[in-house]
């Protein structure tokens, strides 16, 4: 065994790199919080528009046989308008031959217009019961109907029934409407329909107190007379029927501009209002009703219900004028209106652009794991094959190269594990001006090995690809193994990973890294992900001919094809990654030896895990990005371009990035669509994966027990995954730089003999 002398044993200053690392990590900080924001963000558009488009919280009516005995019979036979003045209940009649057209449950962007273009034909007045949710997504057309002058009130913010719904349902429902409105068309309204209503008759003991309590509060409950039962789409003729009220009788007459299919309710009320014209009516609002009582007389014959000198909600010097159920809203209710307004904008264009997006992902994520399965099992065939062989076979040494900084715990075991190599090897540490005594403990196991094929050098502190090309340098061999300190190999490792140089073609082969420390659960979730998402991808990228990555654990070079593309880069953080691609640009062909496996020590926690996924996502995008002339290269560069990079993108960057919208809609879906179908749907994925899962199980002979853990690894592991890649492309995109970091190890990844699978 030979070593170098240190540089120096004293205590020094930090480098510039490590001055640079420093300044690097505290600029993480705010970029984690920028991708927490737009994961928030993102929920919070989500639950809006679920909110807007689903009743939340039930609507359980029971109206059916319920009992009225508290309600007053003054109400029960009064008029279809319900007001407290001075605390007392009062009802309102239409007067005779006055019809106070309503209509509910819109705005609806089809029929709505409509209805508006055929009341300013017929300069008829209307009373339209909104729905907030509605009015938040339709502004516009809300501010065309008061602007036309006619008159809004509230029907709840998702048309659900108030009579069974706590005091703060109540609350928020009314608020939230007013506040919409406010947005819309800067009122707000006295006036209240309640959903599932008809006429006074119809109150009952559960409705009762919630329109005292309102009415206590300054609203006026609108009832109706006559039902045109429009929804049921009986036909024109009938809805003009059933609206009619017997002889001269003035009616509150209910019709619905939204809730469905409107067409007969477009064609029947120009109809209707000829019919009732005819018959000496007049039309007036919900106010108009409770105004014209006040005034003891009822519109003129032939009019309509409008204040004379106006048209279309403006008097006649052309200002407007408010209906008299309508407020002008100001100050904060102004302000957070229209910020609701904005925000359902906001939803509006978002959740449909991001429902694109999901099915794009779900083809990309299916396509995928088509294309892995059917990929990766010719893979299997074609190199398991009797006659296959990479040539004659391999038997010349090779130098291991062990970058270590601050291995302490695990160097050890990994130069025990080199010392039980079948293939011969000299062993060359690179010490990374380690402070731990990693140096000492690699000379000491060396000796108490009685390994004299073990050098170890020592170099001020550089970074990892520093380390790597001083070893390359130092080789004595013209083939290179590399792996980790905290890495241990199988006595038939090297010789299976060096095996595929036979063929002069294969500048570099990738092995198949293994998770030692996978009796917790989340080294059990990282085992997972070795097995299927990095060791099934390989065989497919091998048998494209375009693999990305030979994993830093373990990989073989040809020594003349490093030293050709420069060595190990220190442009990117995904140094692996960078001499992959580059060794591709070069001719050179890269292969999976499958049978070569070492066992890595994982991240033992989710600081540390996010931490390294955080450094080879960022490095990916880095290795990707440097090498974006490949697109355009001819020859083997192009070939890695146009095939390689394409798929890197798509299924490492691009898919992992938007496949949180598959957890996202489906938990939407869950709360405000069908909870069952959205439940058999994300199952139907988890089955697909868990096929998938086991397939690469079985090429890996790996025990099947680990993939008990998968549903949990889908539910919690996974998106932490997402919010890392996420968090590595606002780097990317705000131009930060990471620098080699440490991990902490426990050196409890032995040999292999000692690993249970």
Known sequence: MTTTTPSRGRRRAPSRIERAAGKAAALQKPRVILALLLLLGLTSVMLLDGYLRA?????????????????????????????????????????SKTIALTFDDGPNPTYTPQ???????????????????????????????????NEVGIHTFTHVDLSYQSDARIRREMTQTQLALAGAAGITTTLFRAPYSSETD??????????????????????????????????????VKWATPSGTSGASVLMHDAGGDREQTIKALPEYIEKMRAKGYTFTTSSGVIEAQNANSAPAGGQTGR??????????????????AH????????????????????????????????????????????MMLILARRHYRLRNKRRFSWGPAVTRPVTVIVPAYNEKECIANTLESLAKSTHPIEVVVVDDGSSDGTAEIAREAARSLGMTNVRVIRQENAGKPAALNNGVRSASHDIVVM??????????????????????????????????????????????EYVMGFNLDRRMYDLLRC???????????RREAVLQVGGMSEDTLAEDTDITIALHRAGRRVVYQEHARAWTEAPGSLKQLWSQRYRWSYGTMQALWKHRRSLTDKGPSGRFGRIGMPLVVIFQIVTPVFAPLIDVFTAYSMIFVDFRAALYAWLAVLGIQLVCAAYAFKLDKEKYRYLLMMPLQQLAYRQMMYLVLIHSCITALTGGRLRWQKLKRTGEVGTPAGVGR
Do not use: C
């Open 202 to 239: 119809a109150i009952d003991d559960y409705s009762w107190p919630v329109y005292k309590k309102l009415g206590e509060e300054g609203y006026t409950s609108v009832f109706v007379d006559t039902d045109s039962d429009d929804w049921k789409k009986p036909g024109v003729s009938k809805i």
């Open 115 to 149: 209805v508006l273009k055929i009341l300013e034909k017929y300069d008829v007045p209307a009373t339209f019961f909104l729905v907030g949710s509605m009015v938040s997504r339709y502004p516009g057309i809300v501010k065309d109907m008061v602007d036309q002058g």
């Open 327 to 370: 407020h002008e809203a100001t100050g904060a209710t102004l302000y957070e209106g229209k910020a609701l307004v904005a925000a359902v904008a906001v939803a509006e264009y978002t959740v449909p652009a991001l429902s694109v997006g999901l099915v794009i992902v779900g083809v990309a994520v299916m396509g995928r794991f088509g």
């Open 547 to 557: 693999m990305p990555t030979i994993p830093g654990a373990i990989g073989a070079f």
């Open 55 to 95: 009743e939340v919280g039930g609507d359980q009516r029971v109206r059916d046989g319920a009992d009225s005995s508290k309600v007053p019979d003054k109400i029960l036979g009064g008029g279809p308008i319900l007001s407290f003045r001075g605390g007392q209940a009062t009802t309102t009649s239409v007067p």
């Open 483 to 528: 792996m980790d300190g905290d890495t241990v190999f199988e006595p038939d490792t090297v010789r299976q990973l060096v095996q595929p140089f036979a063929d002069p073609e294969v500048g570099a082969v990738a092995g198949n890294a293994k998770v030692g420390n996978r009796d917790t659960v989340i080294g059990a979730w990282q085992h997972i």
């Open 307 to 324: 204040p004379q000198g106006t048209a279309n909600g403006r008097t006649a010097d052309g200002t407007d004028r408010l209906q008299a």
